[in-house]
């Protein structure tokens, strides 16, 4: 994802204002299994960096096609080639694992599975080197994986779609734009048959040890409400301290996408400088835990058995 200029001033104070509210609830039980997420996540990283084109890429495709196979009730993959700025063709797949798929309420899930092919990040030693994505890639995917596995054991009363998109962390975010998020954007121009998602949250880069999500810019613009429902149930499964209640930076990132075609949609994102790793050739396996995926993945399940 891509940094924007942040809110104003009066307008996140505001924001600020009417977030700050109590919770005394005691934590509901534990759902997700995070040691089980972070098996996930070193076998994405096993793979090396999953840059469309590449061996990594392949192999990861093949992967989710055995792993997604029956994690649900339906699976929809998605295949396409995109051609790239350079004019390079690049072969490219979004999976969708649909639970309920006839339900018309229905919430979606998303993440990332490519990795990003150089580590131009701000803190990068070498931008030459790609990105070993065990954060930026992995974790997404690796939540989403936990959150299939919670809802195989008790199936949810509502529909959920879990969405493993492509392409996103490809190209310039600035001087080639067709080239990033393209697995979100062709997502949204062949969405799947039957009702749309009451909203949609991104998950990405989760995994980070000491993790903190501030409240994305773009999330707030876009979707206030479902911002709200999120914190709400952060608070709810005793990660207030994670989740923290007030504006961070604001990203083009896959949710945008998202937007742009009347989803309620919001982005999820543990991000630079909090994330020092961020694009960069670091951002590898003992940058990231178990336990952050336990809190990302705690929230994902009190907001799918609201
Ligand atoms: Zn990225």
């Given at each position: 994802m891509h940094l924007r200029p942040v809110l104003p001033f009066l307008l996140r104070a505001s924001l600020l204002a009417g977030f700050i509210t109590a919770c005394d609830h005691a934590p509901p039980p534990r759902e997700f299994n995070?040691?089980?997420?972070?098996?996930?996540?070193?076998?994405?990283?096993?793979?090396?960096?999953?840059?469309?084109?590449?061996?990594?890429h392949r192999r990861m495709a093949a992967w989710l096609d055995s792993t997604l196979a029956g994690r649900g009730d339906t699976l929809l993959v998605q295949?396409?080639?995109?051609?790239?700025?350079?004019?390079?063709?690049?072969?490219l797949r979004n999976y969708l694992v649909r639970?309920?798929?006839?339900?018309?309420?229905?919430?979606?899930?998303?993440?990332?599975?490519?990795?990003?092919?150089?580590?131009?990040?701000?803190?990068?030693?070498?931008?030459?080197?790609?990105?070993?994505?065990?954060?930026?890639g992995a974790s997404g995917v690796a939540l989403l994986l936990g959150v299939a596995?919670?809802?195989?054991?008790?199936?949810?009363?509502?529909g959920v779609d879990l969405l493993f998109v492509d392409g996103e962390d490809y190209g310039d975010f600035v001087k080639h734009p067709d080239d990033v998020l393209i697995g979100s954007k062709y997502f949204a121009q062949h969405l799947p048959p039957g009702a749309q998602?009451?909203?949609?949250?991104?998950?990405?880069?989760?995994?980070?040890?000491?993790?903190?999500?501030?409240q994305?810019?773009?999330?707030?613009?876009?979707?206030?409400?479902?911002?709200?429902?999120?914190?709400?149930?952060?608070?709810?499964?005793?990660?207030?301290?994670?989740?923290?209640?007030?504006?961070g930076y604001t990203l083009i990132d896959d949710h945008v996408s998202l937007q742009k075609?009347?989803?309620?949609?919001?982005?999820?994102?543990?991000?630079?400088p909090d994330y020092p790793y961020w694009h960069t050739p670091d951002d590898t396996?003992?940058?990231?835990?178990?336990?952050?995926?336990?809190?990302?993945?705690?929230?994902?399940m009190v907001l799918l058995r609201k």
């Open positions: 995070g040691a089980g997420a972070f098996t996930y996540l070193q076998t994405q990283v096993a793979f090396g960096p999953r840059i469309p084109g590449t061996e990594g295949s396409w080639g995109h051609v790239t700025a350079r004019g390079d063709t690049l072969q639970f309920n798929p006839g339900a018309e309420e229905r919430v979606l899930f998303l993440a990332h599975w490519d990795t990003r092919p150089r580590a131009d990040g701000p803190g990068s030693r070498d931008s030459t080197l790609p990105v070993p994505g065990a954060n930026d596995d919670a809802l195989k054991r008790v199936p949810p009363k509502a998602p009451l909203y949609a949250v991104l998950w990405d880069m989760v995994g980070g040890k000491n993790l903190k999500i501030f994305e810019g773009n999330s707030l613009l876009g979707a206030p409400e479902v911002v709200d429902l999120v914190w709400k149930g952060a608070r709810q499964a005793g990660h207030g301290d994670v989740f923290v209640s007030s504006p075609v009347g989803i309620r949609a919001i982005d999820v994102v543990h991000f630079y396996i003992d940058k990231v835990s178990a336990e952050s995926l336990q809190a990302a993945g705690d929230v994902a």
